[in-house]
Nanobody, 125 residues
Framework: QIQLTESGGGWVQAGGSLTLSCTTI????????MGWFRQSSGKEREFVAV????????AYGDSVKGRFTISADMAKNTISLQMNDLKAEDSAVYYC??????????????????WGQGTQVTVSS
């Protein structure tokens, strides 16, 4: 069983930056991926970014490319999401996700098995 805990959400003005972190508790079986999704009120949960563990492979949603960076600290079993040039439309609850044992680069909600509780990010324009 994998448990995920997010931190780092909050309020920021448009153009500002925030960093989210996600800590894993449990013993994941490789290969696996960890990523971030977000969901704002009335919308579907949206893919933000993913990192394939033990590789340098990452992928991003189109709306965040060039502004967000996902990174992994394998020693601490955590991932981070550096968010720059934030926009009002980035406001959402951000969820950390873990794929469980899976080959490839998951990008859809169904490809992730474990989820954190979410952390709110609010960008004021």
């Amino acid at each position: 069983q994998i448990q995920l805990t997010e931190s780092g959400g909050g309020w920021v003005q448009a153009g500002g930056s925030l960093t989210l972190s996600c800590t894993t508790i449990g013993r994941p079986v490789r290969p696996y991926s960890m990523g971030w999704f977000r969901q704002s009120s009335g919308k579907e949960r949206e893919f933000v970014a993913v990192a394939v563990w033990d590789t340098k492979t990452t992928a991003y949603g189109d709306s965040v490319k060039g502004r967000f960076t996902i990174s992994a600290d394998m020693a601490k079993n955590t991932i981070s999401l550096q968010m720059n040039d934030l926009k009002a439309e980035d406001s959402a609850v951000y969820y950390c996700a873990h794929s469980g044992m899976r080959v490839g680069i998951p990008r859809t909600r169904d490809e992730f098995k474990y989820w954190g509780q979410g952390t709110q990010v609010t960008v004021s324009s």
